[in-house]
């Protein structure tokens, strides 16, 4: 696997190409597959010295030891559109390109969502722009709520509410479930567990990016923990939950079996190609009301190991700018520009209002070992998640992951 | 007189020029030797000894994917015999090899003593039970998750409908469940491969030694305890050897069916030095911990291997 890891990293790289035209490499992560090709046509119709080639590649594990070790090896891409979760610790060990002086020349840079530029920060520095939002949301299955007897219209708007509407979609008896989300995996957990946990007040992960405070044997988190555990006591949550690392989760919503499931914008396509049942979003609740959301998707930096920074730099100001994410938007995909959202994005769909509502509650992890914390399935976060839950010894567990969650920062 | 000396001469002369032919032949011969065991040699330098030096190298530092490393002595060694995440990781793996290899052995033994014959009928299913092998281990491990998937595998709802069980039951939720659906895996794929190496060791037993067995008045019992597994000895411990180190090395299984979980209590050696490495980027310290990995089964294999060249020179 290394060796496919280095001979991919060894076909990347910048070069100029014939006829004073500059390629660039730009890698992305398969989520962005419906529709990276669209805004790379375009920039390449419209830019006719500069030639972009996109590299799809499976987010998460694959995505950052692939980046980690091209950037190792001086053979990284030009132009790097990455989960912004990762890009502390990219922008700590040197792989993005410090872009501070062209940044603060932007017109436009007070119009991002504040999560995005925080984590683009580093030690004062700029390292990339955000590029992509998303933001966590409940869909729920409208006519499951119908038949079990609540009001569609007036979905949860607490973690009472929300158990008591999941205990009566479970009491509609076979294979009708209340709530799920996957289990097993670290990432989807930070994306639609904490949010209970910030709306609530609570923190997950507190310190600077260098420093990381982990939080997680708090209150705020020993009470979410116990929200979700007594939900799989009462078994609203399908035995399967705990072992889903994927998105078994969603496969299960969509057949309209669930009552509820946290997602982002990005399932929207997907459920509105099967039509077969009536479903809306609210905001993830806290504990007595209010809501959060996980302030999640992509920021776009420039490689340091390019060649031709002033080129990617055009491409990454491009892709930050009105058309390109005009394009986006019209495509579903959730503007990172805030300010454009309300003429662009939201008119669309009116789910979509909800979501830069949450957006603008939105938090994130800022850290620069927030892999091995947080997104690693066998990571303390991801197994305190499912042990707590799934297995009960709630306080045991929390303090379990603390301390390993103290030594993965210690370690650095 | 001198015609005499010269031609002893001469005679001297041939044979000394003989001798020198013979040298230069044989050294021919040493040079062509080497010459065809240099790509072998080669290439054990580049892909064994040279990374196998490196990684030794790496383990003495605190080595990070990106930016500088630091040399510490042996301190990843000092820390990995303190590690309970590596120790419980190679306590799973060794639980996991003591289920497997057993389970293979006889399997295979037995089929390859059903399907050792030439009808047509043990042709059939020796074909049959080696069917699974050359399917990849990836592929075999994606379609043992497809089976035991609770909401749309078949084993479940074949229990449902048979009534055994209320509820498709989730294998992969508790931890030996979980460890016995990649033992089930690796048993479907890997027996046939087993089956047909120890046949080839029956096969290769001579026919005449059961017939003089057999005028002696030895049933198949005793034959198959005085002859043929005396002389199968060979062949079993190869098929041991690969076997154990196969599965103490166990990794991709793991990765696709469990993914470690559930509470990481499925994560074997190899994978805890891949996330060592390549989760949590410490690349010095993952070294350290494959070295010791490395070491384990060279001695484990050193044990096995002298246990059984002594048993066979004991028969």
């Known amino acids: 696997m290394l060796a496919a890891v280095l001979l991919a990293g060894a076909c990347s790289g910048s070069g100029g190409g014939s006829s004073g035209t500059t390629t660039l490499t730009l890698w992305a992560r398969d989520s962005e597959k419906t529709f990276i090709g669209q805004i790379v046509d375009q920039f390449n119709q419209s830019h006719k010295n500069i030639?972009?080639?996109?590299?799809?590649?499976?987010?998460?594990?694959?995505?950052?030891?692939?980046?980690?070790?091209?950037?190792?090896?001086?053979?990284?891409?030009?132009?790097?559109?990455?989960?912004?979760?990762?890009?502390?610790?990219?922008?700590?060990?040197?792989?993005?390109?410090?872009?501070?002086?062209?940044?603060?020349?932007?017109?436009?840079?007070?119009?991002?969502?504040?999560?995005?530029?925080?984590?683009?920060?580093?030690?004062?520095?700029?390292?990339?722009?955000p590029f992509t939002a998303e933001s966590s949301v409940v869909f729920y299955n409208k006519t499951l709520f119908q038949r079990a007897g609540l009001d569609p219209a007036k979905p949860p708007t607490t973690w009472a509410e929300l158990e008591a509407a999941a205990v009566k979609i479970r009491g509609l008896g076979g294979n009708n479930y209340g709530y799920v989300w996957p289990g097993a995996n670290g990432g989807?957990?930070?994306?639609?567990?904490?949010?209970?946990?910030?709306?609530?007040?609570?923190?997950?992960?507190?310190?600077?990016?260098?420093?990381?405070?982990?939080?997680?044997?708090?209150?705020?988190?020993?009470?979410?923990?116990?929200?979700?555990?007594?939900?799989?006591?009462?078994?609203?949550?399908?035995?399967?939950?705990?072992?889903?690392?994927?998105?078994?989760?969603?496969?299960?919503?969509?057949?309209?079996?669930?009552?509820?499931?946290?997602a982002g914008a990005f399932f929207i396509p997907q459920l509105q190609s099967s039509k077969t049942f009536d479903w809306g979003v609210f905001p993830i609740p806290g504990k007595t009301g209010g809501y959060s959301s996980f302030a999640g998707g992509d920021e776009i930096a420039v490689g340091s190991d390019t060649k031709s920074p002033d080129a990617a730099w055009t491409f990454v100001q491009w892709a930050t700018d009105m058309t390109a994410q005009q394009t986006m938007a019209k495509l579903g995909v959730m503007p990172v520009r805030v300010d454009l959202a309300p003429t662009i994005y939201t008119p669309q769909n009116p789910a979509y209002s909800i979501f830069i509502q949450a957006l603008q509650q939105g938090h994130t992890v800022d850290s620069t070992v927030e892999n091995a914390l947080i997104n690693d399935n066998n990571g303390p976060w991801a197994t305190m998640i499912h042990d707590a839950i799934f297995n009960g010894n709630i306080k045991a567990t929390q303090d379990t992951a603390q301390t390993k969650a103290q030594a993965i920062v210690a370690a650095g | 007189?001198?015609?005499?000396?010269?031609?002893?001469?001469?005679?001297?002369?041939?044979?000394?020029?003989?001798?020198?032919?013979?040298?230069?032949?044989?050294?021919?011969?040493?040079?062509?030797?080497?010459?065809?065991?240099?790509?072998?040699?080669?290439?054990?330098?580049?892909?064994?000894?040279?990374?196998?030096?490196?990684?030794?190298?790496?383990?003495?530092?605190?080595?990070?994917?990106?930016?500088?490393?630091?040399?510490?002595?042996?301190?990843?060694?000092?820390?990995?015999v303190h590690d309970s995440a590596f120790l419980s990781s190679v306590g799973v793996t060794v639980l996991y090899t003591v289920i497997i290899t057993p389970a293979l052995l006889v399997l295979a033994f037995v089929l390859a003593l059903l399907t050792q014959g030439t009808d047509r009928a043990s042709r059939f299913f020796r074909t049959l039970y080696f069917l699974p092998v050359p399917v990849g281990l990836a592929s075999a491990s994606y379609l043992f998750v497809w089976l035991v998937q609770p909401n749309v595998g078949p084993i479940g709802r074949v229990l449902q409908l048979t009534g055994a069980v209320h509820q498709?039951?989730?294998?992969?939720?508790?931890?030996?469940?979980?460890?016995?659906?990649?033992?089930?895996?690796?048993?479907?794929?890997?027996?046939?491969?087993?089956?047909?190496?120890?046949?080839?060791?029956?096969?290769?037993?001579?026919?005449?030694?059961?017939?003089?067995?057999?005028?002696d008045g030895a049933g198949w019992w005793r034959r198959f305890v005085f002859i043929t597994l005396p002389l199968l000895r060979p062949t079993l411990a190869l098929v041991l050897v690969f076997s154990v180190a196969g599965s103490l090395l166990a990794f991709d299984q793991f990765y696709i069916i469990t993914a470690g979980g559930p509470s990481n209590s499925t994560l074997t050696a190899v994978y805890t030095i891949y996330r060592t490495s390549f989760v949590s980027f410490h690349l010095g310290y993952g070294a350290a911990l494959s070295i010791l990995t490395m070491l384990v089964l060279a001695a484990v294999s050193a044990v096995q291997l002298l246990l059984v060249s002594q048993s066979t020179e004991m028969s």
């Open chain 1, 51 to 129: 030639h972009v080639n996109v590299t799809i590649i499976p987010a998460n594990d694959p995505f950052v030891q692939k980046l980690g070790t091209a950037t190792a090896n001086g053979s990284g891409p030009d132009v790097v559109s990455i989960d912004l979760v990762f890009v502390p610790y990219f922008a700590k060990t040197g792989a993005l390109r410090d872009i501070t002086s062209q940044a603060k020349g932007l017109s436009y840079l007070s119009g991002f969502d504040s999560a995005h530029m925080r984590l683009a920060n580093y030690n004062g520095k700029m390292y990339a722009l």
């Open chain 2, 168 to 215: 498709p039951p989730v294998w992969l939720a508790a931890t030996i469940p979980a460890l016995l659906v990649v033992v089930g895996m690796v048993v479907w794929k890997v027996t046939g491969l087993q089956m047909i190496l120890l046949m080839a060791g029956m096969q290769s037993i001579p026919e005449a030694m059961h017939e003089a067995a057999t005028v």
């Open chain 1, 188 to 262: 989807a957990s930070i994306f639609e567990l904490a949010p209970f946990v910030w709306a609530s007040g609570g923190e997950v992960v507190g310190g600077t990016p260098g420093q990381s405070v982990p939080m997680f044997n708090s209150p705020a988190v020993t009470d979410m923990l116990t929200f979700m555990h007594n939900m799989a006591q009462e078994g609203v949550i399908p035995p399967s939950a705990s072992t889903d690392t994927t998105s078994n989760s969603l496969t299960a919503f969509q057949s309209g079996t669930v009552g509820m499931c946290p």
């Open chain 2, 1 to 80: 007189m001198s015609e005499r000396r010269a031609a002893i001469a001469a005679r001297v002369g041939e044979r000394g020029g003989a001798r020198r032919r013979a040298l230069t032949w044989r050294r021919r011969r040493q040079l062509a030797g080497l010459l065809c065991v240099l790509p072998a040699l080669v290439c054990t330098t580049v892909f064994f000894f040279v990374p196998l030096g490196l990684d030794v190298w790496m383990s003495l530092n605190q080595w990070p994917l990106l930016g500088d490393h630091e040399f510490i002595g042996l301190q990843n060694y000092a820390q990995a």
